[in-house]
């Protein structure tokens, strides 16, 4: 059941499209909200173990009844009109609407978004609709979403938005502290780290899916699969145990979504960009076993539309001989994607259960790497494993590997089973659909297939939190036939750059920078930006750590003024058993050294037996303790040996101080805004100050100039070429984006 609440968020000024100018809503237009209150199993939910072999749920559908035309608010503006409604669902970790009817007019656009817009998901346009009515929409974190439509006025169609259901995130899986980053174990390896510096394609390819099955909604992984004809019909391959042995509903099937590129930029863990969804798919073939004994647990569905980027499509090899080596991509507990390695040669397995088929699996052992040891957990489900070739071999069921426990395997359905072993019909088997030309190809290389000369820019860095005087590399991954690059690093030197990179910047003031990256091609031009990308400490702070006898006891985190874990170590990393047999008698001292921003953090201890670091009340002869130093070696928090008893955990707070300004966004010195950026006809800028209007192209050539006189000031640039130009106002500059 839900309320309508009689009170109003914010309001808000809204960019509808590209070619349209910002739609202001002026403090008389407010936005309506709907509540729904926690549910209230959601801590039994949270008590539940997340099993590998299983889906990883996050969420429980939650019942509802709104629809465009008798919820939020319609509102008359200049070229149109629009619908806006907020939905709240009390302490969520995030909200995925789910539509039984989802109709939107041939000029219709649909935005979903957090309040602060930090998250924005659109435009949903008529290419979204289904002959089913069917759609669901991906997470949007926090406990509220904004839903805004625009309509010209020129459309004679009405929306139409049923939602019946949504999910209700009631796991850390996508955004802010519940990031579905930094949700998986620490034992993980980010995909964007050198470990994948070789396997770009197949991270193009590796996808996270979202799965509604009965009340519950969850996470595995998949992949884009290439089939002979090589017509890039959009297949993704997963297993049968997410889609639950083939019994998942049609309607269930229409509203999966699938997340393509959902990694981060660098090898730490940072905000994701350029993140791709589809919704829908139809089945076409799975083995019905769910990955038990004799069953090599595969799923395979056509998406209902094409991906909105350019994606990779995977390779396979069907052939039973086992890989040297290799990689699994994969997102688990819905995290940014990770990246296992092997380096051994796979061996048959059986599948799960009891039972003497060990034809129908390959069984893998995973291999330490310079940045972890990649393993795998709920959600990896249904990943790809790649061959030395960098070809598909198999898909995850499950395993006994954890970064508990790295020496242990995981096993993986055989394509070379699932390709014509499992039945004769042709919904059992991959070969009428990978094979669809009967070449009878036992190994086929994957494809692009958007080879299109319309550019895309992107980029990736190797770190995102660097200290002073520390350097970053970026790289190109725009798609198109890009004739032009041009880069922007405001704090960095250099501070602009030019083609493909990699190029490495040097930052030597602390701060917080953007980064932006501009490609030209032969039929447009595109712009890639990340505020707050690269954030350079000045604080060098040291952690001395002696642990006691049993170190793998204790682990232990630093957080951030807002809770975010910046540095940690987990159970295990200290030498030291449980028992007298296994402890470390001779503890050494480790130190630690990191780099923070200025601000307050709160260092947490935990001692897994409960004891703290008192090792001498046992038959170890010492107790642990450590200390924190600032730069200048004054000591910030320290724990004596007297107090080493502290039980479960304690927690010791310090602040840090460089004096120095932590935000630096850009050398402007004057702060004004452009829009609409990009543009095809004309921009504004806005500043409370007048001045001198210039603009530049690309070979420094001034292309017009003008004197600023009011608040907003209109600029007609139609007559001029699309690409990119320089907008300098009273020694400032930003890019424009003419289309």
């Known amino acids: 059941m839900y309320k309508l609440i009689v009170t109003f968020l914010l309001s808000f000024n809204f960019l509808i499209a590209q070619n349209i100018q910002s739609i ?21 939910l949270l008590n539940q173990e997340v099993v590998k072999g299983q889906m990883f749920n996050f969420g429980k559908f939650v019942l509802c009844d709104i629809s465009s035309s008798e919820h939020g608010l319609w509102t008359e503006v200049d070229g149109g009109k629009v619908w806006t409604l907020a939905i709240e669902a009390k302490n969520a970790k995030g909200i995925s609407l ?25 435009p949903f346009t008529s290419k979204h609709n289904h002959n089913s009515g069917l759609f669901a929409t991906e997470v949007i974190h926090g406990e509220i979403l904004v839903l805004e439509y625009f309509q010209p006025e020129y459309e004679i169609n009405d929306l139409k938005l049923s939602i019946n259901r949504f999910a209700y995130a009631y796991r850390d899986i996508s955004g802010g502290q519940l990031n579905g980053y ?94 791709y969804s589809v919704t829908g798919c139809t089945k076409k073939a799975n083995s019905g076993g ?34 040297t080596s290799g990689v699994s991509i994969h997102h688990p507990s819905g995290d940014i994607m990770k990246i296992s390695t092997y380096t051994n040669t796979l061996s048959s397995a059986s599948g799960l259960g009891f039972g003497n088929d060990n034809t129908t699996h390959w069984r893998v052992f995973w291999s330490e790497t310079p940045n972890g040891h990649g393993v795998t957990e709920g959600g990896s489900s249904g990943s790809p494993i790649f061959n030395q070739n960098g ?66 820019a992107a980029f990736t860095s190797s770190e995102t939190n660097v200290c002073l005087n520390s350097y970053v590399t970026f790289s190109s991954i725009s798609s198109g036939e890009v004739t032009d ?21 040097t930052y030597n003031s602390p701060g917080v920078y953007d980064v932006s990256l501009s490609v030209t091609g032969t039929e447009n031009s595109d712009q890639y930006s990340i505020n707050d990308h690269i954030k350079v400490a000045a604080n060098l702070v040291e952690l001395d750590f002696l642990p006691d006898c049993y170190g793998q006891e204790t682990s232990w985190e630093l957080q951030n003024a807002n809770g975010q874990v910046v540095y940690s170590v987990a159970n295990g990393y200290y ?69 080493s008893d502290f039980g479960d955990d304690i927690s010791l707070n310090f602040c840090v101080e460089s004096g120095l300004s932590t935000s630096n966004h850009s050398t402007n010195t004057t702060q004004f805004d452009l829009f609409p950026n990009p543009t095809y006809a004309a921009f504004v ?36 070429d699309a690409g990119i130009y320089l907008i300098e106002f009273n020694n400032s500059i930003k890019k424009l984006l003419k289309q």
């Not at 789910?98 to 998901?121: A, C």
């Not at 056509?302 to 980027?309: G, Q, R, V």
């Not at 107790?623 to 000591?635: E, K, L, R, S, V």
Request: one cysteine or more; proline letters at 5%.
């Open 575 to 643: 030498p030291g058993g449980n028992t007298a047999q296994d402890m470390e008698p001779n503890p050494e001292n480790i130190i630690e050294n990191w780099c923070l921003m200025d601000g307050c953090y709160k260092f947490v201890v935990e001692d897994e037996y409960g004891d703290g670091l008192y090792g001498s009340q046992h038959t170890c002869e010492f107790d642990g303790d450590f200390t924190i130093y600032d730069n200048d070696d004054n000591i910030l928090v320290e724990l004596n040996e007297p107090n």
């Open 182 to 275: 930094n949700s998986s174990d620490e034992c993980q390896v980010n995909a964007n780290c050198s470990e994948g510096n070789t396997w770009e394609n197949q991270k193009m390819s590796t996808c996270r899916i979202q799965i509604g099955s009965g009340w519950n909604v969850g996470l595995c992984s998949g992949a884009l699969i290439n089939n002979t004809l090589n017509n890039c019909t959009p297949y993704v391959i997963s297993a049968d145990h997410c889609f639950s042995g083939g019994d998942i509903s049609v309607n269930g099937l229409n509203q999966s979504i699938f997340y393509f590129n959902y990694r981060s930029v660098a090898c730490n863990n940072s905000v994701p960009n350029n993140t």
């Open 685 to 720: 800028l806005e500043s409370k100050i007048n001045g001198q209007i210039k603009i530049y192209n690309t070979i420094l050539q001034v292309v017009h100039s003008s004197v600023k006189n009011d608040f907003k000031h209109s600029i007609d640039i139609q007559d001029l």
């Open 485 to 505: 690059y041009s880069w922007e690093f405001p704090g960095g030197t250099p501070s602009f750059a030019t083609g493909l990179g990699p190029h490495n910047i």
């Open 24 to 44: 202001f809503l002026d403090s008389a237009n407010k936005i309506p909200l709907l509540t729904f209150d926690k549910p209230t199993d959601i801590q039994e």
């Open 391 to 456: 070809l598909l071999t198999g898909v995850l069921t499950g395993g006994s590997s954890f970064c508990t426990a790295t020496n242990q395997s995981d096993i993986y359905g055989k394509i070379w089973h699932a390709w014509d072993q499992v039945g004769n019909s042709n919904n059992q088997q991959l070969k009428p659909w990978l094979d669809p030309a009967n070449t009878n190809a036992v190994t086929l290389n994957g494809i692009y297939c958007n080879q299109s000369a319309t550019v895309t």
């Open 290 to 323: 769910e990955g038990n004994v004799g069953d090599p647990d595969f799923f395979l569905v056509e998406l209902n539309s094409y991906p909105d980027f350019n994606p990779f499509f995977s390779g396979w090899n069907r052939s039973n001989i086992p890989a």
């Open 98 to 122: 789910y539509y039984d009817d989802f109709w939107i007019p041939s000029s219709g656009e649909l935005y979903i978004y957090n309040p602060m817009q930090t998250q924005k998901i659109g």
